[in-house]
């Protein structure tokens, strides 16, 4: 380990070599460090949206009760990756459809979509729409929930497309 340090304190040549590679590492990891805060929102989710053929789905328009649903139902058993989407009457974006005080609705919620990985199984999509149904305080009539697709977008089983053609 000596000999490394003496032939390169000795050969200015391949002092210089290191120096420019170490300081090429350095920029390197501060670009990195930079894009990837750049790219993230407060929360953690992605804010730059992806050029055509995206695999994912991002909205900086979510409420704080639709992040808070999305937590509350991916933690559940079987639901996977989800994103949900609140509907409400008169919608606004700087309203809450909670009243804090007492956790009702304090605006009327026309609908509710939710997009899960384990919706394809027919418990835990049922499980789903109780639990939403209940938090918001809606009919289970007004929650509908599809399945994700295997590349992270949402779309139609088979039986939900028949329903939806038209």
């Known amino acids: 380990m000596k000999?490394?340090?003496?032939?390169?304190?000795?050969?200015?040549?391949l002092r210089q070599l290191i120096l420019r590679c170490l300081s090429f590492l350095l920029i390197a990891i501060i670009s990195v460090l930079f894009l990837n805060i750049m790219l993230n929102d407060r929360d953690g989710?992605?804010?730059?949206?992806?050029?055509?053929?995206?695999?994912?789905?991002?909205?900086?328009?979510?409420?704080?009760?639709?992040?808070?649903?999305?937590?509350?139902?991916?933690?559940?058993?079987?639901?996977?990756?989800?994103?949900?989407m609140i509907k409400s009457a008169g919608e606004e974006e700087s309203k809450s459809v909670f009243s804090q005080e007492s956790g009702s609705a304090s605006s009327k919620i026309d609908g509710v979509i939710v997009v899960a990985e384990g919706a394809k199984n027919a418990a835990v999509k049922s499980?789903?729409?109780?639990?939403?149904?209940?938090?918001?305080?809606?009919?289970?009539?007004?929650?509908i929930v599809f399945e994700m697709k295997e590349n992270g977008n949402a779309g139609y089983s088979d039986s939900e497309a028949k329903n939806h053609e038209g």
């Open 45 to 84: 989710r992605k804010s730059v949206v992806s050029l055509e053929g995206s695999n994912s789905y991002s909205d900086q328009s979510k409420t704080n009760e639709e992040v808070r649903l999305e937590n509350i139902l991916a933690c559940m058993s079987g639901v996977g990756r989800v994103e949900v």
């Open 3 to 13: 000999k490394i340090f003496e032939a390169v304190a000795a050969d200015n040549k």
């Open 127 to 143: 499980r789903i729409v109780d639990a939403v149904a209940t938090v918001c305080g809606i009919g289970a009539s007004d929650v």
